[in-house]
């Protein structure tokens, strides 16, 4: 049975992805590296808060079987990040210990559902979360203030991966 128990579930949040890929395939290696460069992006540009660690595994280490790196997410830009890596990871993989990505997706018919609407149908409104939040959301260039900051702060941690400059910062 899956625990209930408030302090164990917030204990054992999973805030460490490790991106797994085949070193000796160059498409598999390719696909995690450009994953891990779009991750930096995305931090830097303000969307989320993510580390990947400096370090890329080219071999097995450690507890990993395969090539692999590590991404750490404090818990408040978790939920961000982890659909970003499910939408986006292709056919990379994540380690099998509270595992996420449970193997292959299922196929469903869709066909099931009817269109009834091109907008994204509010659900719960009355929770004002989600969709009906009615907390005011950050323009692009707060999101960009916010991952220079991040990425300022970061310079001091040895361990943390930079992201690139911006194509107007190389000019």
């Not at 899956?2 to 204990?11: A, R």
């Not at 931090?43 to 990947?52: K, N, Q, Y």
């Amino acid at each position: 049975m899956p625990p209930t128990d408030l302090e164990t579930v917030l204990k054992d949040e999973i805030n460490f992805p490790d991106i797994y890929f085949y070193q000796t395939n160059a498409e598999s290696h390719h696909a995690a590296l450009d994953l891990r460069d779009a991750v930096l992006r995305l931090r830097r540009d303000g969307a989320f808060v993510a580390v990947p660690l400096f370090r890329v595994n080219t071999a097995p280490a450690g507890p990993h079987p395969i090539g692999s790196y590590e991404i750490w997410v404090p818990s408040e830009t978790f939920a961000s990040v982890f659909s970003y890596l499910c939408m986006n990871r292709g056919d990379l993989s994540d380690h099998a210990i509270r595992n996420a990505w449970i193997g292959p997706s299922f196929p469903v018919d869709l066909s099931a559902l009817e269109l009834r609407t091109d907008e994204i149908p509010l659900q719960y409104p009355s929770l004002k979360l989600g969709y009906s939040s009615q907390a005011p959301t950050f323009t692009l260039e707060e999101r960009r203030r916010l991952g220079a900051n991040v990425e300022k702060i970061l310079q001091g941690e040895k361990l943390a991966a930079r992201a690139p400059p911006r194509e107007e910062e190389r000019v």
